[in-house]
């Protein structure tokens, strides 16, 4: 079974701080993906890779930057978090594009 | 970017009724993906269909893949307990390197 963890189920951070979301899969996967999800909005995409040191931006990556160093990790940075950031953020992978994509269980974050 | 209607947004149902809901998309998708949410969990891959007119079963749970390749339906016969929790679509096109489009969800409480 494909198997997709974060680093955290919850966070709390206060606004201007520096927060690192981790995700890892151990499938082996080439595509890597990080959503936001907010009551009514459904998932949004923030940035994706799909290669080591490669990434691309989704619908909404203002604030946020990512990180791919290896295969199996994919890192979401916010530089300087803020309240407008707390939400539920999802991380998923998959083998290519066309597949289909594996989640994590989130990471709740609160900004205070 | 494209959009993706999912209704309806909740349903509230007893114990042992079915339940349907559906996906309309303003361009064609190859690829329809359903997805639950269980509270606190990130989604888990319920049916995943590939072709035009596709129709494929999950225990309770049944989905078509529309004829003009724009619309999906999943239905879950005698919904029991577990089976609260958000349902998503995703659609998956065929424009290169592709992401998932997802609905904004239906939320599915049972009443006791």
């Known amino acids: 079974d494909v198997k997709v963890t974060q680093s955290s189920r919850y966070l709390v951070k206060r606004t201007g701080e520096k927060v690192f979301l981790e995700c890892v899969q151990d499938m082996d996967h080439e595509n890597m993906f990080w959503y936001r999800q907010d009551p009514g909005l459904g998932l949004r995409l923030i940035y994706f890779s799909y290669d080591v040191k490669m990434k691309e931006k989704g619908d909404i990556p203002e604030g946020y930057s990512v990180s791919r160093e290896k295969k199996e990790r994919f890192s979401l940075i916010l530089e300087s978090a803020s309240t407008n950031q707390t939400s539920m953020y999802l991380c998923a992978s998959s083998l290519s594009p066309q597949e289909t994509q594996y989640f994590g269980p989130g990471t709740r974050l609160l900004v205070l | 970017g494209q959009q993706l209607n999912q209704s309806p947004q909740s349903m509230f149902i007893q114990e042992g009724e079915d339940v349907s809901m559906n996906c309309t998309s303003s361009?064609?998708?190859?690829?329809w993906l359903w997805y639950k949410q269980d509270p606190g969990e990130g989604p888990v891959l319920l049916i995943a269909?590939?072709?035009?007119?596709e129709l494929t079963s999950n225990g309770r749970l049944t989905a078509q893949f529309g004829i003009t390749r724009k619309d999906s339906f999943l239905n879950i016969s005698a919904s029991i307990p577990s089976d609260v929790g958000i349902y998503f679509c995703?659609?998956?096109?065929?424009?290169?390197?592709?992401?998932?489009?997802f609905g904004t969800g239906t939320r599915l409480t049972i009443i006791p």
């Open positions: 995703a659609g998956l096109g065929n424009f290169g390197n592709e992401k998932l489009t």
């Open positions: 361009s064609i998708f190859n690829t």
């Open positions: 269909l590939y072709k035009a007119g």
